[in-house]
């Protein structure tokens, strides 16, 4: 059983949670034209990422939190490409884009090493 993970208490998912209010932060001064565009997606996919840790902990086995876990840390690989083509674009200078991807790095290490906690050893 996984409910001894309540996501509240969980590192990775305030991290999460500090990325994707970082990302509405950084896109919001994004053009009105991408509002439908990356802006959507940059958004989706940082909101995926606590979601999904959040969901994953309220499942019943430990080989379906570590699914949820992966299907977060596949949308944190998914964000850190959109920021990029973000600041690639001009929407995003290297600064910002150096400090996300910072928080980013670090949530993806701890995702990585969280879910491979969850594994027994053998």
């Not at 997606?41 to 430990?62: D, H, K, L, Y």
């Not at 929407?91 to 980013?104: A, F």
Request: proline letters at 2%; hydrophobic letters at 40%; glycine letters at 6%.
């Amino acid at each position: 059983m996984v409910s001894r993970h309540h996501f509240r208490e969980l590192k990775i998912w305030h991290k999460a949670m500090l990325i994707t209010k970082l990302t509405y932060q950084c896109s919001a001064a994004f053009p009105s034209d991408e509002r439908f565009g990356l802006t959507s997606q940059i958004r989706r996919a940082a909101v995926s990422i606590p979601s999904n840790i959040a969901e994953g902990s309220g499942r019943g086995s430990v080989k379906d939190f570590s699914q949820f876990l992966s299907i977060a840390t596949g949308s944190a690989y998914e964000l850190e490409t959109q920021l990029i083509l973000a600041a690639e674009f001009g929407y995003l200078d290297e600064t910002r884009l150096q400090s996300v991807l910072d928080e980013l790095a670090e949530l993806q290490r701890m995702l990585y090493g969280f879910q491979k906690s969850l594994q027994p050893e053998n």
